[in-house]
């Protein structure tokens, strides 16, 4: 599975948000689609007292491990 345009660049939270926000519109139906973004809303809501930097990059890396699943998951076809 090849890693998604400008995952390298992603380094604050407010960067991954906008950035799994825009990967959303990969996705193949406009359900799928609102669905995932309310899902990454949510995820930023429950994580934005968050202050340990440390796991803040695991969060971030575990999203991107995330959408890069979904997205070859619904595209793979």
Do not use: F
């Not at 359900?31 to 990059?57: C, F, L, V």
């Not at 971030?60 to 998951?73: F, G, N, S």
């Amino acid at each position: 599975m090849t890693p998604l345009v400008g995952v390298e660049l992603i380094q604050t939270p407010v960067q991954l948000y906008r950035y799994l926000l825009r990967s959303c519109r990969q996705l193949p139906s406009s359900a799928m689609q609102q669905h995932y973004r309310h899902a990454i809303r949510q995820g930023y809501n429950s994580h934005s007292d968050e202050d340990d930097p440390e796991r803040i990059q695991m969060i971030i890396q575990r999203a991107i491990k995330d959408a890069e699943w979904i997205l070859h998951k619904y595209t793979k076809k």
